[in-house]
């Protein structure tokens, strides 16, 4: 039996190639924390995590503090007891998501290169490649335009159009896109920024343009399921929810009240083992899931891949954050299909921006 012998913690900042903006903010760089796992037969396993205070509720900071305290309880630990870990790690009082996610990943990650199998096989199933979309920021018409050409050009058949601003603004971009890309399946993701009669203005300016959606992703704040709930008893496009559930237990209350049709796993709000815990509460209510990601790495991105390839099951899939960076940990070829492959997660970094 391997031990656990080092756990080492850092900050990662990856400039962007440009700018990218949601209702709640702008970010010209991902600030990312990387964790490394390392047994005490040397081999290690790699993992990350890219705090965004409003979405996780703290800043690389206290993400990096509470991996720094984690990794102690994790000392001399045997590393392929994860459910164990999960729970002891939670239980801590410097615990939050961003550590024990990055913490989770690199030791799943350690044991998988430890028996020399893919994640996705870990985790059910083979590495089989991941269809991504692409993401457009709340840019100008024009600049949605370009963009989208841009995506298409690249390959990509399903773009996601960031709104949740003013109405006439976000028609106009979502009308651009479509303009640019006839062909391609379209989502949009206002991040909690519209009230139930914006939501309902936004559709009927869709309606009137000809112009559907595959799904429309968190419309309303996290916390209003009833609103959620009447949406979709009053629109014909399926509601996915985001921001409304980080747990297993969120995501029992938004099927409890009805008030998704989908729900967003991201391994940045739940961890590793919380997301399969969410995929498996959604199975049993009857709701189906699609996956997405922060500006974040190609280990977290292919991380995520490999979840999707192992569980299965998966509607819609947003692992676009690493084709948005200027400079990647690896040299991968750009474009909407991502092959996770192994030992782990398959990412080794080749470069180093540490902050």
């Known amino acids: 039996m391997t031990q656990i012998h080092s756990v080492a913690v850092e900050r990662v900042s990856y400039p962007l190639a440009e700018p990218f903006s949601i209702a709640t903010g702008t970010q010209e760089t991902a600030e990312v924390m990387r964790v490394v796992v390392t047994d005490d037969s040397g081999v290690e396993g790699i993992g990350e995590a890219a705090p965004v205070p409003h979405v996780v509720g703290h800043d690389i900071d206290a993400a990096v503090v509470a991996a720094e305290a984690l990794a102690e309880v994790l000392d001399r630990e045997d590393p392929t007891e994860i459910r164990s870990h999960h729970r002891t790690m939670w239980a801590h009082p410097a615990a939050n998501v961003s550590a024990i996610h990055a913490l989770e990943t690199a030791l799943v990650d350690l044991v998988c290169r430890d028996w020399a199998i893919p994640m996705a096989a870990y985790l059910g199933g083979p590495p089989q490649p991941v269809r991504t979309d692409m993401t457009i920021p709340i840019v100008e018409p024009a600049a949605a335009q370009m963009r989208a050409q841009a995506a298409t050009d690249a390959g990509f058949d399903q773009l996601k159009i960031k709104t949740g601003g003013a109405v006439e603004a976000d028609l106009a971009r979502v009308q651009a896109v479509a303009a640019a890309a006839p062909a391609a ?6 991040n909690q920024g519209w009230t139930q009669d914006a939501t309902r203005a936004f559709m009927q300016g869709l309606h009137a343009e000809g112009i559907e959606l595959r799904l429309l992703e968190q419309p309303l704040p996290a916390d209003d399921l009833p609103g959620l709930r009447r949406l979709r008893d009053q629109l014909s496009v399926p509601i996915a929810v985001d921001e409304s559930v980080f747990s297993p237990a969120d995501a029992h209350a938004v099927i409890g009240a009805g008030a998704a049709d989908i729900i967003n796993i991201k391994l940045a709000k739940a961890g590793l ?38 569980l299965g099951g998966f509607v819609h899939v947003d692992l676009d954050g690493n084709q948005l960076l200027e400079t990647d940990v690896v040299d991968i070829l ?12 398959g990412i080794v970094p080749q470069t180093s921006n540490s902050g």
Do not use: K
């Open 185 to 190: 399946t379209l989502t949009v993701d206002a």
């Open 273 to 310: 083992v919380g997301a399969v815990d969410i995929a498996a509460v959604a199975a049993a209510g009857g709701v189906d899931v699609m996956i997405g990601c922060m500006l974040e790495s190609a280990i977290g991105i292919h991380t995520s891949a490999h979840l999707v390839a192992g």
């Open 334 to 345: 750009g474009g909407p299909t991502i092959r996770p492959a192994g030992p782990g997660h």
